[in-house]
C-alpha cells in the first residue's frame, strides 16, 4: 500500500514563502510521477504543479509559474513544492498525488490520472 503524507502548510502574510513536502513510502519512489493540485472552499481541484518520475520534466499552472517550484528527491522519497510570492488566492489545502507506472519524461496534470493521494495541508495566505 501506497501512503503520502504531506506537510508544511500554515499561515503565511501575502509575498511570503512556504515549502510543502510530501512523503512517500509503500513501494520503489523513483517509479513515481508526482504532481501537486489544490482545492479552495467552494471549488474544485485545480492543478499546480507536476514532475516526471526521472526528476527532469516539470509542468505548472499558468498560475503559478514562475513563483512555484516542484522538486523531487528519490534517495529520501520526497517531493517538494516551494512557494513564493503568495497570494491571498493560493489560500487551499493543497494535495500532493502520485502515478504508478510512469514513463521517465512523462508528467500528468490530469486528477484522474493519479493513483495514489495524500490527505492534504492546509496552506493560508492572509495578513
Known amino acids: 500500500q501506497v501512503q503520502l503524507v504531506e506537510s508544511g502548510g500554515g499561515l503565511v502574510q501575502p509575498g511570503g514563502s512556504l515549502r510543502l513536502c510530501c512523503a512517500v513510502s509503500g513501494r520503489t519512489f523513483s517509479r513515481y510521477a508526482m504532481g501537486w493540485f489544490r482545492q479552495a472552499p467552494g471549488k474544485e481541484r485545480e492543478f499546480v504543479a507536476a514532475i516526471s518520475w526521472s526528476g527532469g520534466t516539470t509542468y505548472y499552472a499558468d498560475s503559478v509559474k514562475g513563483r512555484f517550484t516542484i522538486s523531487k528527491e528519490n534517495a529520501e522519497d520526497t517531493v517538494y513544492l516551494q512557494m513564493n510570492s503568495l497570494k491571498p488566492e493560493d489560500t487551499a489545502v493543497y494535495y500532493c498525488?502520485?502515478?504508478?507506472?510512469?514513463?521517465?519524461?512523462?508528467?500528468?496534470?490530469?486528477?484522474?490520472?493519479?493513483?495514489?493521494w495524500g490527505q492534504g495541508t492546509q496552506v493560508t495566505v492572509s495578513s
Open positions: 498525488a502520485a502515478v504508478s507506472g510512469a514513463y521517465s519524461g512523462a508528467f500528468y496534470y490530469r486528477p484522474y490520472d493519479y493513483d495514489y
